[in-house]
């Protein structure tokens, strides 16, 4: 919850103080789908965790449409200091995106004036990211930006993560090779964290489906998560349609996809499925893992075009497929990911070939689990009021 204790701008606060239990750093982190919420739940446990900081989550975006599932699921996790509406259910699409844009941009300028945090935290490329990162920037909150440096070349957002980089004062990419990246923007380098992926954290302490639950959900051999990848409804439903027909009689659990334009396309492919193909609206990050952590006991694989089937399934141990170019440039541990193009009989040849238990597997490469604890760290130590924090200069 939002504290009684602020008083004055940003500017009138102690700029030489470290921040303590009296003098907590306002940490707001912003969450806008349910996927991105799952990675940054360790990072805001642990900024909730440490007494020199206060937590103020900010859900937006797709959370808010109804019938609002994840909204929910925000809620019962995390006390919620302000939520911004930004996309109108029923209405996906480019030009959609462009005025939920512009409503998020005024609505988290709003919100920031209100709340006066001292990081603004966002993760990721999507509009909400985005519109939160522009707001804080253009107010003069400092901003620190999670998985910066990535590559998803087949991805419509791929340039707003370039764009929050240029927009963010602090950088806490997952690898080495992203903070390269990161670095070749012309950012300093002592604003670069090299941190993990928060995917990484917590996977160890959740379990496998136990038999009841994965019954009820089918027994599948393969789990489909599939997402738009800003093409036509046309495009988006051939591609989803090459994946589910790959497993034709194969028991097959699919989830819907994001909400991002192409999404129509897609629910009208899982709605006309196989009748081996089940369908869930959504799974909580807890239940997605264990099921994943099943499914590759019970020799299956994780098909489609998340960046989970190449970071979470690496760690967890599960075999995946990714379909498509969404990925496309995004690091991966090596004997886990089979590729495959948007066609049938070769996706069904790629599952062949990554559930081959006899294949070597690389090293997983976005670190090692404590990634929430770090940020939590930095945020906690940088000085978000720092002279020439804000003021963004190019280092080349």
Request: aromatic share 4%.
């Amino acid at each position: 919850m939002i504290g009684d204790g602020w008083a004055g701008t940003n500017d009138e606060r102690s700029r030489d103080a470290r921040p303590s239990a009296d003098n907590p750093r306002r940490i707001a982190v912003i969450t806008g789908t349910r996927a991105e919420f799952g990675l940054l739940t360790p990072v805001m446990h642990a900024i909730r965790e440490r007494t020199d900081c206060e937590l103020l989550v900010i859900a937006a975006g797709s959370h808010l449409v109804q019938p609002g599932l994840t909204f929910r699921e925000v809620k019962s996790k995390f006390d919620v200091a302000d939520s911004i509406p930004m996309q109108t259910a029923g209405r996906v699409g480019r030009w959609h995106d462009v005025e939920s844009l512009g409503k998020g941009i005024s609505r988290f300028g709003r919100s920031f004036e209100r709340i006066r945090p001292d990081w603004v935290v966002v993760l990721g490329d999507r509009i909400e990211a985005f519109g939160a990162a522009s707001a804080a920037s253009i107010g003069g909150i400092a901003l620190a930006h999670i998985h910066g440096g990535d590559r998803a070349e087949g991805v419509a957002d791929e340039a707003m993560r370039h764009a929050i980089t240029k927009l963010a004062h602090l950088h806490l990419p997952a690898t080495e090779t992203s903070a390269e990246r990161i670095r070749r923007m012309g950012e300093r380098d002592d604003a670069i964290e090299v941190v993990g992926s928060p995917a990484i954290d917590g996977l160890d302490a959740i379990g496998a489906m136990d038999d009841g639950a994965y019954t009820e959900f089918g027994s599948p051999r393969a789990v489909v998560l599939f997402h738009p990848t800003g093409r036509s409804d046309e495009q988006e439903e051939h591609g989803a349609n090459a994946v589910l027909s790959a497993f034709t009689g194969v028991p097959t659990l699919a989830l819907h996809p994001n909400l991002d334009p192409g999404r129509d396309g897609i629910m009208r492919a899982l709605l006309n499925a196989p009748g081996s193909v089940r369908i869930a609206a959504h799974l909580d990050r807890a239940r997605f893992v264990s099921l994943l952590k099943r499914v590759a006991r019970e020799g299956g694989a994780l098909v489609g075009n998340s960046s989970a089937g190449l970071i979470e399934c690496a760690a967890i141990g599960c075999p995946s497929v990714d379909v498509g170019d969404r990925q496309g440039g995004r690091e991966r541990a090596e004997g886990w990911t089979r590729w495959a193009p948007e066609d049938s009989d070769s996706i069904r040849a790629a599952f062949g070939h990554a559930t081959d238990q006899d294949q070597k597997r690389d090293q997983h490469p976005f670190g090692d689990g404590r990634a929430g604890v770090r940020i939590a760290r930095i945020l906690a130590e940088r000085d978000p009021h720092a002279p020439g924090l804000i003021q963004k200069r190019c280092a080349y």
